[in-house]
């Protein structure tokens, strides 16, 4: 597959066949992940491939009142867990299990979940001392999720990253023995896709691009 083609056609996947991924192709995969840029270069990433069912279902467990309330908040019309000007929401307006996710409910036969952890002791938070929440972190370990995800695809899987896992992750990170000093980024669920959209609904360049400032004129 050609990179552009993988860019641009790498869609959300949240529903998979029942063909088991085999372990060398998620070796494969991984792989090709390791050559994600970081910070330093000092790839601050480990992978815990959760095959135990039990497990698995204990993070999905964990991992459900997350996305309730996910969804309970998107109901205002907020973003959810925003750290800007978030509005007071009603915990007690949270249905459990109003909304089925397939991801969660079906974690015990998901082909492949990757626990994606990032050592912050290895990451230069250049933001850290900002009077904000710090993004930059960020940055070290998300583009080697998104070549999880675009290895994947080129081998005619799909999946998709999530963290919902780091919202409770006092729980997750005790279910994978998760490092001091080292926090969950990501839960990557893979497989071979029931249905791979390919045509993603994204802005157009003009709409976020501008010329010299922030405010400028639209970049053509
Ligand atoms: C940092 C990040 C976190 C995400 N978290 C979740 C998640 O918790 N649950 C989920 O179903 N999808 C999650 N996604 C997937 C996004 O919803 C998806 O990339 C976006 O809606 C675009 O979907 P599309 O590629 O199908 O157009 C996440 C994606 C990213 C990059």
Known sequence: MELRDGIRTTGAVRGFTDQAVDDEILQAILDDARFAPSGGNRQPWRVAVVQDANTRVKLGEAMKPVWDEYVAISATGQTPFTVVDAAPYQLASVTPGNVPNDLLD?????????????????????????DRATITGGASIYPFCWSVLLSARSRGLGGVITTFASRVEPTTGAL???????????????GYPIKQTTKLTRRPVESFTTVNTFDGLPFR
Not at 112 to 129: E, N, P, R, Y
């Open 106 to 130: 079906n974690i015990a036969t998901v082909p492949v979940v990757l626990a994606v952890a990032a050592d912050l002791g290895s990451i230069a938070m250049m933001d850290k001392d900002l």
């Open 176 to 190: 994978l023995n998760l490092p001091d000093n080292w926090a969950l980024a990501a839960t990557i669920f893979l």
